[in-house]
């Protein structure tokens, strides 16, 4: 069944009840092995997106053997079925999803769910939509929605014991040093959009130096987070200069230019440099300082995007 250019193919999960099936890429968030009554094996299966999460049945014993593992991205088709007037989906095909470069082409596509602060999540979304700058837009898609780094970005802490030292806090982090720093200063469009990736991913190097459950990877105890924001972001700013050199190199100054007071480094040499300084800075010491309620507005991006997909 050809459903890729059909409106049931990849819709938003909080609206899959319109469809009589659904077909799309998903990360996987739970996955649970059941017996019922009569002794027969099922599973129950959480795919999730930016909208929401939906639990699909799956009850085929070809399909049971699939090996899945959770925060996986898997291509999958289901069925709603009518059971004492509640939907109940069972899935009719599940596939991993192997060697894929991106999550999927939006950031709609992240797991809300695993994301322990929702006005964080928002925020991003709504962050990600102010970039008028196409090049940044897709660059920005291009860092988030690797694999190995979204999913991470959702969960993992700022910090240890410094600032917002908890699950979630590096996108909470990330999210109020971009919405601070967009309102510090009246930029140009282009300045406030370069000012925006450069918050959202000055600390984005903590995916991998630091776990969701509260630990220093071991890469984290001999590499500095700076310099992996270079490596994690090397391919999409490779692309990014090739089109736009000055972009890229703003990017990589206000990334690696030293703090004021260092001995030795760049000093910040560009507003939005000095900004983002400022603007982490603030953050990491007043945590209260926060953004705006966002989730109408993201619910509104997110059906906006599939809508001209």
Known sequence: MKLHHMKNYQPLLCDVYDYKRFAGNYVITKVLAKTDRFNRNYRLITVSDGSADLVVKCTNFELLAVELTTHSLVYIEASVSQRGGEAEFFCKNILPVLDTKLLGPDLSVLPRSLCPFEEAFDGLLIMADRIKEPLLRQFLRDVLLQPAIGLRYLQCPASLKYHHSYPGGLIRHSV??????????????????????????????????????????????????????????????????????????????????????????????????????????????????????????????????????
């Open 176 to 309: 109020s040093v971009a919405w601070n720093v967009s309102t510090m200063q009246t930029f140009n469009q282009l300045e406030g959009d370069i000012a925006i990736v450069a918050g959202l991913l000055h600390d984005i190097g903590k995916t991998k130096t630091l776990t969701p459950d509260m630990r220093r990877t071991a890469i984290g105890s001999l590499v500095d987070h700076a310099q992996l924001t270079l490596e994690i972001c090397a391919a999409p700013l490779l692309e990014l200069e090739k089109r736009a050199p000055g972009i890229a190199y703003q990017l990589k100054h206000a990334w690696t230019c030293y703090s004021p007071g260092a001995r030795y480094g760049f000093k910040a040499k560009t507003d939005v440099a000095r900004l983002i300084q400022r603007a982490d800075h603030i953050s990491a010491t007043r945590q209260n300082w926060t953004t705006p309620d966002f989730k109408e507005q993201s619910y509104e991006w997110m059906h906006k995007v599939r809508l001209h997909r």
